[in-house]
């Protein structure tokens, strides 16, 4: 049987390029190689398409190892994923005479995490193209990347949410005042600060008092146009996994488990450094009851965005009243060796080479679905 060509693209004009060029590697790993051949597509920082051969160099020997054979007849040629239908694949933009333009992609897995590529922008070229690939679409990514609209979206579909205000940079360069007056009257301290459309907690911060809170917002204004400011909250982190898509399915709930009782809340370095002060568990310590209703909010949250494919859904267990609120969901969660998604799911008996395998039959299904609409009458 022939394989399945499988682009996957990775790094991306974010803050969370080298967690996604390590959740790359771990995919690129765990792919089957009989069922898959993978051609692996990185985007540099600023944005640049590097060809398979260049994109390799992002990995250390050993994972370039694994594809060296697939990337070969690409010598040097700029490519590009081009919006037209009539190029379903990477196209070469130098070819030698006689050569074919284009490397035929049948699905596309983006492995990019947070702007350009979690947000919806990708998967709108990938429309264009009209390519199957992995995850949701354009509606539900933009939506899961937007920490303003994904709590319009839980609220109304009754997903009990923290307390919160946002606001606009431009708002808050006009007037300090105003913004401080209306976070201090609604939220008081402590407070978390954070920009609307990232992740990995980069440009969230603790605001204890009146000084640390203009500094926070002064940060997360670097990273957004929009930014969001929540009560703190007393709580235990609980995640869980998603894979679906009219009909999605929740794993085994996990829990970040914090030692260190100095450290406030998961930064960028406790997420990813190996700090050795947390670590990841499952199943959660919940009830059984309690992981039921987590997998069941997880469903609500995942079909509140519209999504597709797969997600995580994080969770705030408060520690005095037992409430539980949903924080956020991530329509492309980390898929590191650390990170919890992979985790979820080998907790739940699927290992994650069969993760893969499902994406990536639910891209295809997806995409044969959206088939089936009329585009003329
Ligand atoms: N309202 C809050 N109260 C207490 N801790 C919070 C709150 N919001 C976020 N945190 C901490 O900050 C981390 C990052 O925030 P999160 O909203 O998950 O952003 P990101 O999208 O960057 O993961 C969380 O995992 C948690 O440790
Ligand atoms: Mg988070």
Same mark, same amino acid.
């Given at each position: 049987m022939e394989k399945i060509k499988v682009g996957v693209i990775y790094? %991306?004009?974010?803050?969370e390029h080298e967690i996604s060029v390590r959740s790359a590697k771990t995919v690129i790993e765990q792919i089957d190689k009989d069922k898959y051949e993978v051609t692996p597509i990185a985007i540099s920082r600023e944005g640049n398409w590097l060809n398979p051969q260049e994109s390799l160099k992002l990995f250390a020997a050993e994972t370039q190892q694994l594809l060296?054979? =697939?990337?070969?007849? *690409?010598?040097?040629?700029?490519?590009? +994923?081009?919006?037209?239908?009539?190029?379903?694949? $990477?196209?070469?933009?130098?070819i030698?005479?006689?050569?074919?333009? $284009?490397?035929?992609?049948?699905?596309?897995?983006? &492995?990019?995490?947070?702007?350009?590529?979690?947000?919806?922008?990708?998967?709108?070229l990938l429309e264009m193209a009209n390519i199957p690939y992995v995850g949701c679409g354009v509606l539900a990514s933009s939506c899961g990347m937007d920490k303003i609209?994904?709590?319009? /979206? *839980?609220?109304d579909a009754g997903l009990p949410i923290c307390r919160y205000v946002? *606001? +606009?940079? !431009?708002?808050?360069?006009? #007037?300090?005042?105003?913004?401080?007056?209306? @976070?201090?009257?609604?939220?008081?301290?402590?407070?978390?600060?954070?920009?609307?459309?990232?992740? !990995? !907690?980069?440009?969230?911060?603790?605001?204890?008092?009146? #000084?640390?809170?203009?500094?926070?917002?002064?940060?997360?204004?670097?990273?957004?146009?929009?930014?969001?400011?929540?009560e703190a909250l007393d709580m235990r982190e609980i995640e869980c996994?998603?894979?679906? =898509?009219?009909?999605?399915?929740?794993? !085994?709930?996990?829990?970040? @488990?914090?030692?260190? #009782?100095?450290?406030?809340? $998961?930064?960028?370095?406790?997420?990813?450094?190996?700090? %050795?002060? =947390?670590? *990841?568990? &499952?199943?959660?310590?919940?009830?059984?009851? +309690?992981? &039921?209703?987590?997998?069941?909010?997880?469903?609500?949250?995942f079909k509140a965005i519209d999504g597709s494919g797969l997600?995580?859904? #994080?969770?705030?267990? /408060?520690?005095?009243?037992?409430?539980?609120? &949903?924080?956020?969901?991530?329509? +492309?969660?980390?898929?590191t060796d650390a990170s919890g998604f992979p985790k979820m799911w080998a907790g739940s008996g699927m290992k994650f080479s069969e993760v893969i395998d499902s994406l990536i039959a639910l891209a295809i299904e997806r995409h044969q679905d959206k088939s089936r609409n009329k585009t003329s009458f």
């Open positions: 790094g %991306g004009r974010s803050g060296a054979e =697939n990337t070969a007849n *690409f010598s040097d040629s700029p490519v590009a +994923l081009i919006g037209d239908t009539r190029y379903q694949g $990477l196209a070469k933009l130098q030698a005479e006689g050569e074919e333009r $284009l490397a035929k992609l049948d699905v596309i897995f983006p &492995v990019l995490h947070g702007t350009y590529g979690e947000d919806g922008t990708l998967q709108g609209v994904m709590k319009t /979206l *839980f609220r946002w *606001f +606009l940079r !431009s708002e808050w360069e006009r #007037d300090n005042e105003i913004v401080i007056r209306q @976070i201090e009257s609604k939220l008081g301290f402590p407070c978390f600060v954070k920009p609307a459309n990232l992740g !990995s !907690s980069v440009g969230v911060s603790r605001a204890a008092d009146d #000084d640390s809170l203009r500094e926070a917002i002064n940060l997360a204004a670097l990273y957004d146009r929009k930014i969001v400011v929540e996994a998603v894979i679906g =898509n009219d009909e999605p399915r929740a794993s !085994s709930p996990g829990e970040y @488990i914090i030692r260190d #009782d100095n450290k406030k809340f $998961l930064d960028y370095t406790e997420k990813y450094a190996g700090t %050795g002060n =947390n670590e *990841f568990v &499952v199943p959660a310590h919940v009830s059984n009851e +309690l992981a &039921v209703k987590i997998q069941q909010m997880a469903v609500t949250a997600a995580r859904v #994080d969770f705030f267990f /408060l520690n005095k009243t037992g409430a539980l609120l &949903v924080n956020e969901i991530n329509t +492309l969660p980390g898929l």
